[in-house]
């Protein structure tokens, strides 16, 4: 609060000044308070020593805090990747099943087994034409993987390897690639 002062000059009661004063400090109880604080070192220290160490066990606090929200957001992290890498794992163990099981089938069955010798190494004399339309990346396999009964009897050996491998969503499709060609 501010308080206000009159001082009287002369007799006849006449107001010369008003001083203000704030917080009950003047310049002579500043100069009073300067002084004492010279004097006896400890008023001033002893707040100022108890502020920095208040500080700075705020600051260990905060960066301790920090540490170990870090350390656990990597724990996190870690534990994710590791499951993650657990279920992608075990998800194509699953799909490798019934890839090795088309293989088998594929091996064993002489119309799928005579595929790779009809359609032939790429570029080599009797091997099966590249495309024109295509930019040379497709071969031209007209009359070797368009056999209506060897088409559905593919499909209906994937179908059920498919079904069977209970992959819904995982699985999506069975393709025969005999000489790097997409056949089936």
């Not at 203000?20 to 070192?41: E, F, L, Q, Y």
């Amino acid at each position: 609060m501010l308080k206000l002062r009159k001082r009287r000059i002369n007799s006849q009661e006449e107001e010369k000044s008003i001083v203000v004063v704030g917080a009950g400090v003047t310049a002579p109880n500043s100069r009073r308070w300067i002084s004492v604080t010279k004097k006896k070192t400890s008023i001033l220290v002893l707040p100022v020593l108890v502020c920095l160490l208040l500080l700075a066990a705020g600051l260990v606090v905060a960066f301790t805090l920090e540490r170990s929200h870090r350390k656990s957001k990597q724990s996190e992290a870690l534990v994710l990747a590791e499951d993650t890498g657990q279920l992608f794992s075990k998800l194509l163990d699953q799909a490798l099943l019934p890839v090795f099981s088309l293989a088998q089938f594929v091996t064993e069955i002489v119309e799928f087994a005579e595929l790779p010798q009809k359609i032939g190494p790429a570029f080599e004399e009797g091997s099966l034409p590249f495309r024109t339309d295509k930019n040379g990346t497709h071969r031209n396999v007209t009359g070797v993987c368009d056999d209506e009964s060897m088409l559905k009897r593919f499909n209906k050996i994937a179908s059920g390897i498919k079904r069977n491998a209970k992959m819904e969503g995982i699985l999506v499709n069975l393709q025969l690639a005999p000489q790097a060609v997409v056949c089936m």
